[in-house]
Every structure is written in C-alpha cells, then in structure tokens.
C-alpha cells in the first residue's frame, strides 16, 4: 500500500518562512506529487506539484513567486518551501501522489496525506 505523509506545519508570522516535506511509501519514487490546501469553509485549492526527477513544476497564481516545489534525492522528500507568507496561506496543506500525470487537479490524484496546519499570524 501506498502512504503518504507531511510534516513541517506550524505557526509563523506574515513575512516569514516555512519548509513543508512529503514522504511516500510503499510505491516506487518515479511518481507526481502535487501539494493542495484547504481553509475553513473553502474548497480544496491546487497549490503546487512536481514532476519525476523534478524537473517541472506547475504552480497555482497566489503561490508563484513565494513558493518552491522541488525534490530533496538525499533525503527521498518533496518539498514545498514557503516564503513570504500571508496570512491567507493558511489552511491544511495535503500532499497527494498520483503514477499517471502532472497535474492541478485533485481528482487525478490517488493517494493523499493526513494534512499539516500551517497557520500564517498577521
């Protein structure tokens, strides 16, 4: 079975950093993974996502320019660095695999994590 986690969460001031990572299981690391959130009362929005080895990526508007999807190989990870946040970047951040595409749509995705609370203070 496949399974997916997140961690690296936490609150941080506007302005500040934060360094979300994905680990999969149980599946061959030749795989999409796409990084979605979602806040109180809001659906679930694309965020970012990456291809395998890493060498496209796909970004949803409010993110681009803040922040980075890449592959960390020495550790097996993908990771979402997130700079400059704002407070409207809050939301549980869910990281999602799928064997099949690139892709900034939820349902193409098949396997997805617990989520992690990034909360953004003002």
């Known amino acids: 079975q496949v399974q997916v986690g997140e961690s690296g969460g936490g609150l941080v001031q506007a302005g500040g950093s934060l360094e979300l990572s994905c680990t999969v299981s149980?599946?061959?690391?030749?795989?999409?993974v796409g990084w979605f959130r979602q806040a109180p009362g809001k659906e679930r929005e694309f965020v970012a996502a990456?291809?395998?080895?890493?060498?496209?990526?796909t970004y949803a508007a409010p993110v681009k320019g803040r922040f980075t999807i890449s592959r960390d190989n020495v550790r097996a990870m993908v990771l979402l660095n997130m700079n400059n946040v704002k407070p409207e970047d809050t939301a549980v951040y869910y990281c999602?695999?799928?064997?099949?595409?690139?892709?900034?749509?939820?349902?193409?995705?098949?396997?997805w994590g617990q989520g992690t609370q990034v909360t953004v203070s003002s």
């Open positions: 990456v291809s395998w080895p890493g060498t496209r990526t």
């Open positions: 999602a695999v799928n064997y099949r595409t690139l892709s900034r749509d939820e349902r193409d995705y098949d396997y």
């Open positions: 149980g599946g061959t690391f030749s795989n999409y």
